[in-house]
């Protein structure tokens, strides 16, 4: 990760808003899936991101909509393009404001299993808003003995991510540059690229390290960012005939404190 106050400065910014699930409008999303995973991730969940701002200045959250079908790989997972319910996008915009993680309610959690599939879609996209215009995403799920091909370039940050993981994820999500007001500088993400090491592992709570780099537009060439954090994934709903079925009110773990991990 750069170092000084610019890529500090651009980190917050770029994490401000950060991106709603994307969907529709892709040029190409895929799966690939290496092993066998240790849990049927049929249905809707709910992806949680906790980051720490570089230099240690705050955390930020992150939410994304993932909906998970059977396919002949065993899973093929699809980003939403939707907007958040107003009582969870109006307190998470506001923890977001003041560096503090944030984390949804059992009654959050429970009226977004009831609603995530009739939630509107994202097509009113604001650069200001820190929204993104997805043009590929691209998912990889491994287990363990599949690491050393999937994630052949592992420094020390990914390998404590993907330390005691039941199994890794790797998304990857690259953006189209949205229209920028007039007089106004906004760097944009280009691409976001996020590794995730599910640990603790249950039919309806995945939950772990992550690891997130981010590559922004500058003036002179991309800026690369790196932030570390954790992340839950809640069930919001089972794929149909799946054994596995999401509790009423999904009980969400403490936020985090202290350094990422902790």
Known sequence: MRSGFRAIALGVN???GLPHA???TLDHEETKVEGKLPVELGGAWLLLIHMQLPGGKGWKTGLELVRAARSKEGVELHLLDVRMPKDIQEPLRAANDQF???EPSPKQLAALSREWAS???????DVRRGDVAYAQVQFTLATPERYAEVFPRQDGVVKDVLAQSAFGMQIVESYRALPVPPGEN???????KAIYGARGVSANLIEGKQVTGFLAAGYVGPIPIDVRGTFRM???AAAAGSRSAPSPTPRPSRAPRGRPGA
Do not use: E, F, N
Not at 119 to 125: E, Q, V
Not at 186 to 192: A, C, E, T, W
């Open 234 to 236: 809640y069930r919001l």
């Open 100 to 102: 503090t993680p944030w």
């Open 119 to 125: 939630l509107p879609p994202a097509t009113d996209k």
């Open 186 to 192: 906004i760097s944009q993400v280009l691409q976001r």
């Open 22 to 24: 994307g969907g529709a």
């Open 14 to 16: 770029l994490l401000c």
